[in-house]
């Protein structure tokens, strides 16, 4: 069983920046795949990133290349979520998600465990 804590969302200006962190329990978190997705008000969730559980493959969605960047650390069993230049539709609830499979999927239904999610808050 994985447990997932989200942090690190907040109210940003537009352009601002904003790491969000992914905290997880358990032992085997490491061969996890990790994602993060978001979901706005009235909208359906969507992929943003992905990293495998080796962490040498990483996947991005189109709206954030070039903006976002996912890492992790292993020895602090954590996923990080940096986001640059944000913008007011990047206003979300962001989510992350792990699989057992291990890798970087961007489809929602492979992810076995999800987080509570955090709030960002990006105004004009």
């Known amino acids: 069983q994985v447990q997932l804590v989200e942090s690190g969302g907040g109210l940003v200006q537009a352009g601002g920046s904003l790491r969000l962190s992914c905290a997880a329990s358990?032992?085997?978190?490491?061969?996890?795949?990790v994602a993060w997705f978001r979901q706005a008000p009235g909208k359906e969730r969507e992929f943003v990133a992905a990293?495998?559980?080796?962490?040498?493959?990483?996947r991005y969605a189109e709206f954030v290349k070039g903006r976002v960047t996912i890492t992790r650390d292993h020895s602090k069993n954590t996923v990080y979520l940096q986001m640059n230049s944000l913008n007011p539709e990047d206003t979300s609830v962001y989510y992350c998600?792990?699989?057992?499979?291990?890798?970087?999927?961007?489809?929602?239904?492979?992810?076995?465990?999800w987080g509570q999610g955090t709030q960002v808050t990006v105004s004009s």
């Open positions: 998600a792990a699989t057992s499979t291990g890798y970087n999927y961007a489809g929602a239904p492979v992810y076995d465990f």
């Open positions: 358990g032992r085997t978190f490491s061969s996890y795949g």
């Open positions: 990293v495998s559980g080796n962490a040498l493959s990483l």
